[in-house]
């Protein structure tokens, strides 16, 4: 294994190495760690996240200077997740499993399909109402299993939709709050905070149905493929990734709005990795490209 990781870390040097010196490379990941508040538990740990950063700034810097040249639609840069692999980055933050209806959290992180589902259902509630209330991740964490959501081992936005009909609405956070595992379910009538009366699933792959529903009827439940470098690494401009899957979804996310930059058609998204990622928090997806990335694969949205 170490001889793997060394391997690993020669490699990367040697590529970082044509668009850094060893004294800028060491002067980005310094300011890498203070930014994002970096301790490694070791010397090894640091020098292999190090390596890593190194191989990731060089595909943004490759990437950027194509976007430079008129090549990409797109720019990348330094966020959150360059000193993470790929599959780590896979592993841990896209949770959306279409084809087994699977998604995975960990402990300590809330999970991200539940986050998706109740960010929805607060801004269509506070749409509404004119009222903010935050809803509880628990209460789908430890009661929806009989609507098709296995906990933190697997679960889709119409599943947890589903619930929240079947049992009149969701608690409020702050009568169920997130614990980090899931518990017996303590799903109280008089705590709802919340309450939707149906969901509607989108024509499947199609854009100018989901443009139909964004326009009249607001933000749209929607999953699709965040697997790819470009997606991790995202900064700004019309996301255009022909390498993405309209099948193999792994990430919910929500449509917002679309458009058009400089002539080129897009999806605004609204995602949940906060608002050091992409243009604060949102990216501008392509639009009508045959569904890329399967903006349109799958979408539904909560009637209240």
Not at 18 to 37: A, M, R, T, V
Request: charged share 20%; aromatic share 14%.
């Amino acid at each position: 294994m170490k001889f793997f990781v060394a391997l690993f870390a020669l490699i990367a040097v040697a590529q970082a190495n044509s668009f850094f010196s060893e004294e800028e490379l060491s002067n980005e990941f310094f300011k890498f760690k203070n930014e994002y508040g970096r301790f490694y538990s070791s010397a090894q740990e640091e020098q292999y996240r190090r390596e890593i950063f190194a191989s990731n700034l060089e595909f943004i810097t490759r990437h950027n200077r194509e976007a430079l040249a008129g090549r990409r639609t797109f720019t990348v840069g330094i966020n959150n997740f360059t000193d993470i692999t790929n599959e780590e980055f896979r592993r841990t933050m896209n949770g959306y499993r279409m084809r087994s209806s699977q998604w995975c959290c960990y402990t300590g992180q809330k999970p991200r399909t539940m986050w998706l589902v109740l960010g929805f259902l607060c801004r269509q509630h506070a749409l509404k109402t004119g009222k903010l209330v935050s809803l509880s991740e628990q209460n789908l964490v430890d009661c929806s299993f009989p609507e098709g959501n296995l906990a933190c081992l697997g679960g889709i936005t119409d599943c947890a939709f589903q619930y929240v009909i079947d049992h009149k609405g969701i608690d409020t956070e702050a009568s169920y709050p997130y614990i980090g595992d899931v518990s017996a379910c303590h799903f109280k009538n008089s705590s709802i905070g919340a309450s939707i009366k149906s969901f509607t699933d989108v024509k499947k792959d199609s854009e100018s149905a989901l443009q139909t529903a964004v326009a009249n009827i607001g933000p749209i439940s929607i999953a699709i493929d965040a697997s790819q470098n470009s997606f991790q690494f995202y900064k700004s401009g019309v996301y255009n990734e022909p390498a993405c899957s309209t099948t193999l979804l792994d990430h919910g996310v929500t449509a917002v709005g679309y458009g058009t930059l400089n002539g080129v058609a897009y999806w605004k998204v609204k995602n949940s990795w906060g608002t050091s990622w992409g243009e604060k928090g949102y990216i501008l997806m392509s639009r009508n490209k045959s569904n890329q990335c399967g903006i349109a694969t799958r979408a539904s949205y909560p009637g209240l």
